[in-house]
């Protein structure tokens, strides 16, 4: 019978320097290993902040142009509103050109004129507001001048002295009104 506590030739311990070499060939493994890592991670990284500036740079440009187009939009917003005012400008300077005008031919220029005017208004959504005797008092739209014993409804609108104005369903101007006083 064989002793087991013998070990077989084949299966000897190895020696400190077949340790320490196995140990240093594992650790430059392991360190080429890491530095692929690390060169992997740098790589990201450098994209990553490629990236980010990319994205800085678009952010500034879209705030930029939006900039631009909020100031040309205040410098030019009312370029459609003039281009509608300039017949009525012209139909004015037409008026005045003309020397002997008879008072007929005043009405009737003037009432062209404040048509086209009226038609400039209401192409850029300014209505006027021009409540007719009886409705009711709106106080969002209206604004009362004087109150007058009257036989109507109390709160009611009796005359009016000021047509309001409404731009884009937003009061520019109220109408100024006479009202009805509670009975």
Do not use: C, W
């Not at 019978?1 to 070499?21: F, G, L």
């Not at 430059?28 to 740098?42: C, F, H, N, P, T």
């Not at 205040?74 to 370029?79: A, D, S, T, V």
């Not at 404040?114 to 739209?141: M, S, W, Y």
Request: aromatic letters at 2%; proline letters at 5%.
């Amino acid at each position: 019978m064989s002793d087991n506590s013998q070990q077989h030739p084949n299966q000897s311990t190895p020696a400190p320097e077949e340790v320490e070499a196995a140990m240093a060939a594992h650790a430059s493994d392991e360190m080429a290993r890491l530095q692929g890592e690390l060169a992997e991670i740098k790589a990201k990284s450098a994209d990553l902040a490629d990236q980010f500036l990319r994205a800085k740079a678009e952010a500034e440009n879209a705030r930029r142009r939006a900039e631009d187009e909020v100031s040309k939009a205040r410098k030019f917003g009312i370029e459609s509103f003039a281009e509608s005012l300039l017949p009525v400008a012209d139909s004015l300077d037409a008026a005045l050109a003309i020397q002997n005008a008879t008072a007929q031919q005043l009405r009737e220029g003037s009432d062209a004129t404040l048509r086209q005017l009226t038609a400039a208004l209401e192409r850029n959504k300014v209505l006027a507001i021009n409540p007719a005797a009886g409705d009711k008092f709106d106080p969002h739209q209206h604004q009362a001048i004087s109150v007058v014993p009257a036989d109507q409804e109390a709160n009611t609108v009796v005359s009016v002295l000021q047509k309001g104005y409404l731009i884009s369903e937003r009061v520019l101007r109220p109408a100024l009104v006479t009202v009805t006083a509670p009975k």
